[in-house]
T-cell receptor, first 112, second 114 residues
Framework: GQSLEQPSEVTAVEGAIVQINCTYQ??????LSWYQQHDGGAPTFLSY????GLEETGRFSSFLSRSDSYGYLLLQELQMKDSASYFC?????????????FGKGTRLSVIA | DAGITQSPRYKITETGRQVTLMCHQT?????MFWYRQDLGHGLRLIYY???????DKGEVPDGYVVSRSKTENFPLTLESATRSQTSVYFC?????????????FGPGTRLTVT
């Protein structure tokens, strides 16, 4: 099976940089995804890494190290609207139809 | 409207009752999913479907039934609701199961079982 570990809560100051880590255990690996969810809202896709390295999308970047079974989401120039929960997700089994498994989420609080 | 919709958005039901949550998507995505979200557990997969008439169990399928007679609809039925099924239920769809594997989520149904 698959399992993911991420911190339950992170607090950061507006304008700062925050990193949310995710470690995973899978049998096989097809990629690491990140989703954002505001309170009362639905999860929305942020990023996807299939290969090692950094993917940048505006203020958000996501990193993957397959040898370490580790990834992180980096948020720069934090804004109050970035306060949300962030989930890493992995599809790791050998079957092409295996669905995503989500971590339990990290609640990010951005403070002034 | 285009997108993925869920109904009802809020539902209160009694223990033992059957309740069906509806999910409809207009993108003709092949894959559809049902998740439940509870504090401390994140998103847990209940059932998913790769195409019409193809469904498979996820992590927590007990007590739930799904069907998919049409590509755009994926209803979830709680055959005999229990208090432990009080949760927020999200439906999602995806064009494929490869590559970016981006899932699009509906707005959710908040279900309370009394």
């Amino acid at each position: 099976g698959q399992s993911l570990e991420q911190p339950s809560e992170v607090t950061a100051v507006e304008g700062a940089i925050v990193q949310i880590n995710c470690t995973y255990q899978t049998s096989g690996f097809y990629g690491l995804s990140w989703y954002q969810q505001h309170d009362g809202g639905a999860p929305t896709f942020l990023s996807y890494n299939a290969l090692d390295g950094l993917e940048e999308t505006g203020r958000f970047s996501s990193f993957l190290s397959r040898s370490d079974s580790y990834g992180y989401l980096l948020l720069q120039e934090l804004q109050m609207k970035d306060s949300a929960s962030y989930f890493c997700a992995v599809r790791g089994a050998h079957s092409g139809n295996t669905p995503l498994v989500f971590g339990k989420g990290t609640r990010l609080s951005v403070i002034a | 409207d285009a997108g993925i919709t869920q109904s009802p958005r809020y539902k209160i039901t009694e223990t033992g009752r059957q309740v069906t949550l509806m999910c409809h998507q207009t993108w003709s995505h092949s894959y559809m999913f049902w998740y439940r979200q509870d504090l401390g557990h994140g998103l847990r997969l209940i059932y998913y479907s790769a195409a019409a008439d193809i469904t498979d169990k996820g992590e927590v399928p007990d007590g739930y039934v799904v069907s998919r007679s049409k590509t755009e609809n994926f209803p979830l039925t709680l055959e005999s609701a229990t208090r432990s099924q009080t949760s927020v239920y999200f439906c999602a769809s995806s064009e494929s199961n490869s590559g970016r594997y981006e899932q699009y989520f509906g707005p959710g149904t908040r279900l309370t079982v009394t």
